[in-house]
Nanobody, 122 residues
Framework: QVQLVESGGGLVQAGGSLRLSCAASGRPFSRYAMGWFRQAPGKEREFVASISYTGSTNYADSVKERFTISRDNAKNTVYLQMNSLKPEDTAVYYC????????????????WGQGTQVTVSS
């Protein structure tokens, strides 16, 4: 059974940084694409970033130049380094896994974590 467990969320002031981690188990991590999504209160879940099994990355326009997605296949973990955080980045952040899809649609991902809360104060 595939499990994804996020960690690293918390409260940070605007302009600060956080690094989220997502530990995966249950299938060969290095062969699968990974993504990060977020859901703010009262809003739909939205794409943040993704990384293919080869390391190619894709970002939402709203986080380009501020967020970096990376993966460590030896640790079965994907990371989201978030810099220059803004209050509008406040959301529950979810990681997701897919067979090969690295696009922006939730439907392309087949396993999801439970999420970790990120709160950015102004």
């Amino acid at each position: 059974q595939v499990q994804l467990v996020e960690s690293g969320g918390g409260l940070v002031q605007a302009g600060g940084s956080l690094r989220l981690s997502c530990a995966a188990s249950g299938r060969p991590f290095s062969r699968y694409a990974m993504g990060w999504f977020r859901q703010a209160p009262g809003k739909e879940r939205e794409f943040v970033a993704s990384i293919s099994y080869t390391g190619s990355t894709n970002y939402a326009d709203s986080v380009k130049e501020r967020f970096t997605i990376s993966r460590d296949n030896a640790k079965n973990t994907v990371y989201l380094q978030m810099n220059s955080l803004k209050p509008e980045d406040t959301a529950v952040y979810y990681c997701a896994s897919s067979t090969y899809y690295t696009g922006r649609s939730e439907g392309g991902y087949d396993y999801w974590g439970q999420g970790t809360q990120v709160t950015v104060s102004s």
